[in-house]
């Protein structure tokens, strides 16, 4: 006998079976909190198009070139959308440099396969309009770099162990670091010796933000900001920078400000860690005493809301984290009062709303915050452990520690036996 199933339940089991499959496809991607998944565009990088209006192009493998790669997907000359069918390490023979802007690379689209790991650098060299998301970025010479660029949006991005600076931006104009992570710089293998550094924003760059960023486990530059001391390429009064609501921790150096800069510092949060000197300033005003015209080429900084081991509470002097470097000898410190410091710190913000000011957060709030929902997602092994070291008051400067000193050392001594060894010949 043939029995009949009505069509009715036929396509009730089918909407059942269909259901499920991608309840439990979702359910075995990573969990992503919401507040990652959009892009918030504040900052002087907020205008950047990217790759919009643009064709997707997806990268369907690991290899370091070829089709299908990443490096294939960005050396196209047109506007694109990078996208990602595969998750893992890509492992470079040698950087990727994009040359060509109107791009995003949108990390986001490899959550479904563990996110994507770029091993070897990553760099962009006279592009316009960048935006990357949720990409991670180890290893390399500058581990991600933004060389004469402009409009460019770098947001939970998270790199680590570069040889130079983690996020490097030099000769850029209107850019963002924004949730970021800048971890661990190599404190060997570069050729002026122990390095480990943050964030280098110099060679010309203006307008620059880095906000509710992770600074950890590097010997300094966390971040520099190093402005024009001769003819600017830019009018004068583009040469600001917001970092506002910031983490720096396990720093030995930290903050350092030099050159023509305009520079709102808000609501930073310094955490000393095993590594750290609390001999040591917070914040480091470095006057050149150079001239261009009538002007004078030297940094000026508004501080507000920052907390750290000198300033442990908001009821404290501003100022009791700022150290200025003396006149005659740049290792003799004047300290933060009299009309040395006068000179160097403002009184109130640079520019208004219009010109991309960050709202900032109080800082032991911003600290959590970011704490949360810094770095590209999800997170992986080496994230997650930056993440609990910082909570934890562990971790190493370079994955060194103080050993540091030694290589230090060591470097010094071989120097000196080449110098001695160039002399007798």
Not at 245 to 250: E, F, L, Q, R, T
Not at 261 to 277: Q, Y
């Amino acid at each position: 006998m043939t029995t009949r199933v009505p069509i009715a339940a036929v396509a009730l089991l089918c909407i059942v079976v269909v259901s499920t499959a991608v309840a439990e496809s979702r359910d075995s991607a990573p969990s992503i909190p919401v507040e990652v998944q959009t892009l918030k565009r504040e900052g002087y990088g907020a205008t950047s198009k990217g790759g919009e209006g643009g064709r997707v192009i997806w990268v369907t493998n690991l290899n370091d070139s070829g089709p299908g790669s990443l490096r294939a997907a960005l050396a196209v000359k047109e506007p694109r959308k990078v996208k990602f069918k595969v998750g893992g390490t890509i492992k470079l023979d040698k950087r990727i440099l994009v040359e060509s802007g109107r791009v995003t690379i949108d990390g986001l689209s490899a959550v479904p396969h563990g996110g994507t790991t770029v091993q070897g650098g990553l760099a962009f060299s006279g592009c316009e309009d960048v935006i990357v998301r949720h990409i991670r970025s180890r290893g390399g010479y500058d581990t991600m770099g933004i060389y004469n660029s402009h409009r460019v949006l770098i947001d939970h991005v998270s790199t680590a162990w570069a040889l130079d600076e983690n996020i490097d931006v030099w000769d850029s104009r209107d850019v963002t670091l924004a949730w970021c992570i800048m971890a661990e710089g190599a404190v060997e293998g570069h050729e002026k010796g122990p390095h480990s550094m943050g964030s280098l924003q110099a060679g010309g760059s203006a307008r620059v933000t880095t906000h509710h960023c992770l600074f950890t486990g590097n010997l300094d530059r966390n971040p520099i900001i190093a402005g024009p001391t001769v003819k600017p390429k830019y009018p004068l009064d583009d040469y600001r920078f917001d970092v506002v609501n910031n983490v720096i921790y396990n720093y030995w150096n930290s903050s350092k400000f030099t050159g023509y800069a305009r520079i709102n510092f808000v609501g930073n949060f310094f955490r000393p860690g095993p590594d750290s000197s609390l001999g040591k300033p917070e914040i480091n005003i470095i006057p050149k005493h150079q001239r261009w015209e009538d002007v004078r080429m030297d940094p000026q900084v508004f501080c507000e809301g920052n907390l750290g081991p000198r300033r442990p509470s908001d009821d404290l002097d501003e100022l009791s984290l700022v150290m200025i470097y003396g006149t005659e000898n740049r290792q003799s410190k004047y300290g933060a009062y009299g009309a040395e410091a006068e000179q160097y710190i403002a009184r109130k913000p640079f520019g208004g709303p219009e010109d991309a000011v960050i709202k900032p957060q109080p800082a032991e709030q911003a600290y959590r915050q970011v704490l949360d929902q810094v770095g590209a997602w999800p997170r992986d092994e080496v994230d997650r452990r930056l993440i609990h070291e910082v909570r934890e008051k562990k971790g190493k400067i370079g994955r060194v520690g103080p050993r540091w000193r030694q290589i230090y050392e060591e470097f010094q001594r071989k120097r000196r036996e080449k110098n001695g060894r160039h002399g007798q010949e």
